[in-house]
């Protein structure tokens, strides 16, 4: 089946690179306007933007630190203005992740992930949210993680905030859902991209054993996840979990 997105404008956070890039790919081959975001990299965005339009995709690239609210506002008053408004959010900026013991961490570190992953939607959500109201179509997409599921240690940080993801994606999916408005979460498992190159092998092969596809996932694998939560054959599913992991988490 082939989801099209004609007629529609979508918004994806940390999208120069990673799965990010390959979500906002998807979303554009699929027919809407897409907004690039970056926070600090502009020769890595540009980059990508060029790659973008060379694929036949429209839309823009922007700059914003999506945990700042007056970076955030600016961004969407730029989105409005160039492609329109907003109906396709998907939530995906993510900082470094070091795993530590919990006597490493400290409150700032924690108060980092709250701000990525519960701070972020929240306030991307409600400076898209009145164009979604009032067309009566909308899609919020978190980009989670399956660290919730299996309970990963020497995370704690990272898992917890993935936790506050999820329970505001199913809160929010209730409020909405009388709005035509869907909200969901896909929980990619660990799928390298460039920011794991330095990962150590032993590490990777360790993750890869417990596959039971027996293959690591790659960025298109959520890309298409993606797709279809922001698809018109999407509409009846919302609040919903969705892990991207070749079986990892079975549950």
């Excluded at 054993?209 to 960025?219: C, F, N, Q, S």
């Amino acid at each position: 089946m082939s989801f099209s997105l004609k007629g529609h404008v979508a918004l994806v956070t940390g999208s120069s690179t990673g799965l990010g890039k390959q979500i906002a790919f998807a979303l554009g081959k699929a027919g809407a306007k897409v907004c690039l975001n970056y926070a600090h990299n502009w020769e890595k965005a540009e980059a990508t933007f060029a790659e973008f339009r060379g694929a036949g995709c429209q839309g823009i690239v922007v700059r914003a630190d999506v945990t700042d609210a007056g970076q955030i506002q600016s961004m969407i008053s730029e989105v409005e203005e160039k492609l329109g408004a907003v109906d396709i959010l998907t939530v995906n900026a993510t900082p470094d992740q070091p795993q530590k013991p919990i006597e490493d961490y400290d409150w700032d570190f924690y108060q980092k992930m709250i701000d990525f992953f519960i701070k972020s939607p929240f306030l991307l959500t409600k400076a898209v949210l009145g164009g979604m109201k009032q067309s009566k179509w909308g899609r919020i997409i978190n980009i989670g993680s399956e660290v919730f599921q299996t309970g990963v240690p020497n995370f704690s940080a990272y898992v917890a905030a993935k936790g506050g993801q999820i329970g505001w994606t199913r809160s929010m999916a209730k409020e909405l859902a009388p709005f035509g408005i869907t909200v969901n979460i896909v929980n990619p498992g660990w799928i390298p991209v460039e920011r794991h190159e330095n990962d150590p092998q032993a590490m990777k092969d360790a993750y890869l054993a417990g596959i039971p596809a027996g293959r690591w996932g790659v960025p298109k694998d959520v890309a298409d996840a993606v797709l279809y939560f922001a698809s018109e054959e999407s509409a009846f599913v919302s609040g919903q979990t969705l892990c991207v992991n070749g079986a990892h988490t079975p549950w």
